[in-house]
């Protein structure tokens, strides 16, 4: 009989990390269930996220490795999730290293290496980034279309 795989996680501006966290974890059974963290618990998590719930759960709902997505909307779920899917292995990246260790009287329970270099948080930084010098360059536009007014 196959194992069953929990995971959970926002998925926010899916990258990389993502993929090879759920690659990795479906390598320890056949069935990956992955719990997408809801846009109000994301609010509770006191993260701020780009892409919006919906869009986060279809991207990874149609990731080949991915059998089940579920909503994370508490951080009291888990227990229950593990008995209501019968779940074999717990398993997270080690940015969450020994944080779920009580889940070990549910499952057993892994933490991944993290795929370096990338990060939701990055990615925003660059987006914000960009979007600053939009505003500057519009800015600078204004300025030099009042500029050509002054002297035509
Ligand atoms: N991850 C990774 N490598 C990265 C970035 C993320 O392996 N470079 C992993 C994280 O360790 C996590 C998963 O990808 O296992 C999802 O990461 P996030 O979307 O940031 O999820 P998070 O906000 O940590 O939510 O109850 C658990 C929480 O919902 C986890």
């Not at 940015?95 to 990615?123: A, P």
Request: glycine residues 6%.
């Amino acid at each position: 009989m196959g194992k069953t795989i929990l995971t959970y996680g926002t998925f926010d501006l899916f990258h990389i990390g993502h993929l090879k966290i759920l690659q990795n974890a479906k390598k320890y059974g056949d069935k990956l269930i992955v719990g997408i963290s809801t846009d109000e618990f994301n609010k509770e998590k006191g993260k701020k996220t780009i892409i919006p719930f919906e869009q986060r759960k279809e991207i990874v709902e149609n990731i080949k490795c991915v059998d089940i997505v579920i909503e994370e909307n508490s951080w009291e779920q888990k227990i229950e999730d593990i008995k209501k899917y019968s779940v074999d292995i717990f398993i997270m990246g080690d940015d969450w290293k020994n944080e779920f260790d009580n889940l070990k009287d549910y499952c057993e329970v892994k933490y991944l290496s993290r795929t370096k270099g990338i990060s939701s948080t990055q990615l925003k930084s660059v987006l914000n980034r960009v979007s600053v010098s939009k505003n500057e360059l519009l800015q600078a536009f204004d300025i030099l279309e009042r500029l050509k007014q002054d002297f035509a």
